[in-house]
Structures are given as C-alpha cells and as structure tokens.
C-alpha cells in the first residue's frame, strides 16, 4: 500500500486507487440555504486528481468509499453536472469505478446507471480486502479471508499546534481491530478538514482503541508523514 496524498493506491494483482468522502454539490446545498460561495471546489479537486494520477499512472481500478454526493434526498443540477464529470474523468484513468454506497448516496442510481463501467456497490471486496463506507457493516464484511477494511465516512483529521496557533490536518489512521488492519481514510473534499477523532470518540460505533492507531498526515504537495500513534500526539 503507498499513501499519495488523500488517496491510497493498493497493489494485489491489480492497480486501486482508493478515493475518501468528496460531498460534490456542497455549493449548491449552501446557495439553497441562502449561502453563497464560488464553484470552484470540483476543479481543485480534479486538480489534486491530476496530481495523484501523474504519480501513479493508469490503475484498474478506481473506489470511492461513499458520499460521492452531499444532499440526501434528492439529485440536484451539481450532482448531474460534477459526478458525472467525475466518472468521464476517471473512465480515462482506469479500467472500472466502483462506488460503495455512503449515508449521502441513497438516491445515486440514476447518476451511475448513466455510465457503463461504473459499479454500485454497499461493499467490495478485492482479495483480502474490503471497502466500505464506514457507517456500518456489511454481510461480507467479516468473511474470514478478509484482513483489511478500508472505510471512509470519518472525516478523520488531527489538530496540531505550539500553543500559540493550532492547524487541523487531514490524516488517515491505521490500526487494528478484530484481527484486521483498519485504514480510515481521509475526506477527499476540498471545503473542509475533517473532525479531530480524539474529540468526536468514533470508538463508540466500532469499539476502535484510536490512541493505538497510526496517524498519517497528508501534507502538501502529496506527501504523507508519519506522526505515530494518536495518543501520543
């Protein structure tokens, strides 16, 4: 497995890039609760795209770990416009995309039914690993020939600081659970860090000992630094 930015690229006999939570629509959720920001965030995230993929040329396969989407309940004009342009983009960078479904993905079948080679899944597994969003389990999921889960959802992000300022950085975490190694990863969006794990205690809906797990922060420029373990920070 190689860290590359946000993204973790997973060789088994075949090439995956594994992508976090991307919420696209997010600015036109906030325009119709009458907050207006620019429409930028998808081209920096295709930038950022551009960037991982200069780094590991063509892969077979692309999964996203869910909450492609932000709004809930609905497919609105954003959704249509960047997640299909999503998919044109990655159709050129790999042989199929999976999506595994997150808690913003319920209505995302009339999207995905548009492109051939887009795969909706609640989970996948590839060898011993399995994706999945992270808001749940999945039958599967516990199969006794998989040893890792690879899950999103968290958000997961660190705050770091001298005392006089404090950063927040977006991170991925690596521990163990159940036999398994555990990779949460980072959200891939653009318009926000993430949550702090130590203070939003994600434990309490996987029993996860967090202050055992690696943390890995994702830097500029694609670089990922070891911190070490979370409770030592």
């Known amino acids: ?104 993905d319920a209505i995302l079948e009339p999207i995905v039914n548009r492109k051939g080679n887009v795969v909706l899944e609640n989970n996948y597994v590839s060898g011993n690993f399995c994706f999945f969003h992270g808001d749940k389990k999945y039958p599967g999921c516990e199969n006794g020939g998989i040893k890792y889960w690879i899950m999103g959802h968290w958000h997961p992000a660190v705050e770091i600081g001298d005392g006089a300022k404090v950063e927040k950085y977006k991170c991925f975490l690596i521990g163990k659970f159940e036999n398994r190694k555990v990779i949460l990863v980072p959200s891939f969006a653009i318009y926000n860090e993430g949550s702090d794990p130590r203070e939003n205690y994600l434990e309490r809906d996987w029993n996860f000992d967090l202050g055992k797990f690696d943390v890995k922060i994702v830097s500029e420029e694609l670089e990922v630094l070891d911190f070490g373990k979370l409770e030592d920070l």
Not at 15 to 22: A, E, N, P, S, Y
Not at 56 to 72: R, S
């Open 1 to 104: 497995m190689k860290f590359i930015g946000k993204s973790l690229l997973i060789e088994n006999g075949k090439r995956i890039l594994v992508i976090g939570d991307l919420h696209l629509g997010y600015e036109e959720a906030l325009g119709r609760s009458d907050i207006m920001v620019g429409r930028k965030m998808f081209r920096e995230c295709l930038e950022e795209l551009d960037k991982i993929f200069k780094e590991t040329g063509k892969v077979d396969e692309v999964v996203l770990l869910g909450d492609v989407k932000h709004v809930f309940g609905s497919i609105i004009k954003q959704d249509w416009n960047d997640v299909l342009e999503l998919f044109d983009y990655l159709e050129n960078k790999c042989k199929k995309i999976i999506v595994v479904k997150g808690k913003h």
